[in-house]
């Protein structure tokens, strides 16, 4: 399986410069587009996403994320490296466990 | 709490006696799940963490490498230079179960034959992004496996500790109270039916008496 990249333009040229497949998405229509297609194709083993990209379908992508085992859909942050909307990984145990670490 | 609504009879009593049976019984492996869990996601916190801020440096690294390629090369060569590149990744996904909760385990291969292209007319910065890409791309098969794995954990945790409280809080005490309701009632019976054996043999008693007497008065 395969690593395929969702994002603008600077990071589908970079990821591609590394062997991956990618498609750049401008809008939120676009996005979703190309993630059901990924989806729905069996040699996609992860799908590296921008997070600006990603949020406006977190909810998509949350579901598809408990529901489904593959593929792997993983968020990174693009060049300008924003990561304020990234939920960290003390939030999601804090929200199931309800302990604070 | 609420007691459940069912008759107080005996065939409830042993019915219900042996539903708390089975809901203790179900606490216990619950609670056994919630901590086998607690303890794997614990385990995997930390390397999440970690994970996440080799990637944010791997990638500010790439993206400015790349900057400095693209300002070398021009955007266009560098797609170009990019059509060149034939890396290819083998992930290969395999899962492990923790408590039926399906976890990945991503495993990343790599095939490549440089050189690409020629090194007369590319410069440093391009093999340099080529590089910090690859090395992202490593730490994302890896962080891909755990922030996953991590989610569905939490997520499992939040379920376990839900069904454990609602047996533990509600089901549980409910049981008890009623099992407890339904002895009472059943004892109360079992008094009442005893006292009237009681006044029942008296009465017979005396009436056997009065009539022997009455047998002796006329003979």
């Not at chain 2, 922030?147 to 609602?166: D, F, G, Y």
Request: with cysteine.
């Amino acid at each position: 399986m395969q690593y395929v990249v969702i994002g603008d333009e600077e990071t589908v040229l970079g990821f591609s410069l590394a062997g991956v497949e990618g498609k750049i998405a401008r809008t939120e229509e676009q996005t979703l587009e190309f993630l059901k297609k990924y989806i729905s194709t069996p040699r996609v083993g992860v799908i590296i996403i921008t997070e600006k990209l990603a949020s406006p379908h977190a909810r998509f992508i949350d579901d598809y994320t408990y529901k489904e085992t593959l593929p792997l859909i993983i968020k990174i942050p693009d060049r300008s490296g924003s990561r304020e909307q990234r939920i960290s990984v003390e939030e999601v145990i804090r929200k199931s466990v309800g302990i604070k670490i | 709490m609420a007691r459940y609504e069912v008759p107080p009879t005996k065939t409830n009593l042993l019915r219900l006696k042996q539903e708390l049976v089975l809901a203790q019984e179900g606490f216990e492996l619950l609670d056994q799940k919630r901590n086998i869990l607690i303890v794997e996601l614990m385990g995997i916190i930390d390397r999440a963490k970690r994970l996440e801020t080799e990637l944010d440096d791997y990638l500010k690294k790439a993206f400015q490498s790349l900057q400095m390629a693209v300002r070398n090369h021009g955007r266009k060569n560098l797609n170009l230079l990019a059509g060149t590149i034939k890396i290819e990744h083998n992930i290969s996904i395999s899962q492990r179960k923790v408590m039926g909760v399906p976890l990945a385990i991503v495993n990343v291969t790599y095939k490549e034959n440089p050189p690409y292209f020629s090194f007369v007319d590319t410069n440093f910065w391009v093999d340099e992004a080529i590089f910090n890409f690859k090395e992202t791309l490593k730490i994302i098969g890896e962080l891909a496996q755990t922030r996953i794995s991590l989610i569905r954990l939490a997520r499992e945790v939040s379920r376990t500790i839900r069904k454990v409280n609602a047996l533990e809080k509600i089901a549980i005490p409910d049981y008890k109270e009623t099992v407890q309701y339904i002895q009472q009632r059943l004892d109360e019976a079992e008094r009442e039916q005893f006292y009237l054996m009681k006044m029942i043999k008296k009465r017979l008693e005396q009436k056997n008496i009065s009539d022997s007497r009455l047998q002796t008065g006329c003979l």
